[in-house]
């Protein structure tokens, strides 16, 4: 599915209807330069998921947790990891037990340990700065 946003509150959207087809242990990976909308998507995520609270980039913490919703909310940066053994190290698989949804920033980063049924979520830039192009691939997206 290919999504046209011309702005952070449509990226937010978007973010905030795939939440309503999310289940536990879903995982939504992202790719995307520096800026294209990651962290805005997943601000409408935890928005979808009925969680209230600021959501941030966990740049410099790895992972930051929201609960307090449908379902609690991971929200991973991997730009910092070099490799997906360190996935592991932080408590990957202790993450995906819980049965929260766990949004991966920087993703390509750790393709190879991601599961086929991971959602995929795309976000280039388009022909002007606020427009974002976003491909939703995987899961039951098709």
């Not at 087809?21 to 520096?34: I, K, Q």
């Not at 941030?56 to 609690?72: A, H, M």
């Not at 408590?91 to 340990?113: H, K, M, P, Q, T």
Request: aromatic content about 8%; some cysteine.
């Amino acid at each position: 599915m290919e999504l046209i946003s011309n702005s952070p509150a449509e990226t937010e959207a978007a973010g905030a209807a795939l939440a309503a087809r999310l289940e536990p242990g879903s995982v939504v990976a992202f790719t995307g330069d520096l800026g294209a909308g990651k962290t805005a998507f997943t601000r409408g995520l935890a928005r979808g998921l009925g969680i209230d609270e600021p959501i941030t980039s966990p740049t410099f913490t790895i992972v930051n947790e929201y609960e307090g919703g449908r379902l609690p909310l991971f929200h991973f940066d991997m730009y910092r990891l070099s490799s997906s053994e360190e996935l592991f190290d932080i408590g990957w698989e202790d993450y995906l037990a819980r049965g929260g949804v766990c949004a991966v920033e920087w993703s390509e980063i750790i393709a190879d340990a991601l599961e086929s049924d991971t959602i995929r979520v795309d976000i280039r830039r388009g022909a002007h700065d606020e427009q974002r192009i976003i491909t939703i691939t995987g899961g039951t997206q098709g």
